[in-house]
Nanobody, 120 residues
């Protein structure tokens, strides 16, 4: 079993920042990509960002590139998402993911999600 627990969500105003964290535990694998997806009300779940095991490769959705930064600490089995210059359209439930074999766009495991709300 693999568990992913997100934290750091909340309510902020447009232009402000938030940092999400996600701790992985359980029967983890030797190497795996981690990432973030989000789902806004009435919309499909979408890819936000992912990072390779080494941290040397990162990938972003076009809508967040330049504003969000993904990073990881393998010693803590934790992935982070620094979100700057937040916009109301960033409002969504954010999910942490593990992708065992891919680059983060085809997750095998999901967290329970954390709510991010950006007011205008």
């Amino acid at each position: 079993q693999v568990q992913l627990v997100e934290s750091g969500g909340g309510l902020v105003q447009a232009g402000e920042s938030l940092r999400l964290s996600c701790a992985a535990s359980g029967r983890l694998f030797s190497t795996f990509a981690m990432g973030w997806f989000r789902q806004a009300p009435g919309k499909e779940c979408e890819f936000v960002a992912s990072i390779s095991w080494s941290g040397g490769n990162t990938y972003y959705a076009g809508s967040v590139k330049g504003r969000f930064t993904i990073s990881r600490d393998n010693a803590k089995n934790t992935v982070y998402l620094q979100m700057n210059s937040l916009k109301p359209e960033d409002t969504a439930v954010y999910y942490c993911t593990i992708d065992r074999a891919g680059r983060g766009r085809t997750p095998d495991y999901w967290g329970q999600g954390t709510q991010v709300t950006v007011s205008s």
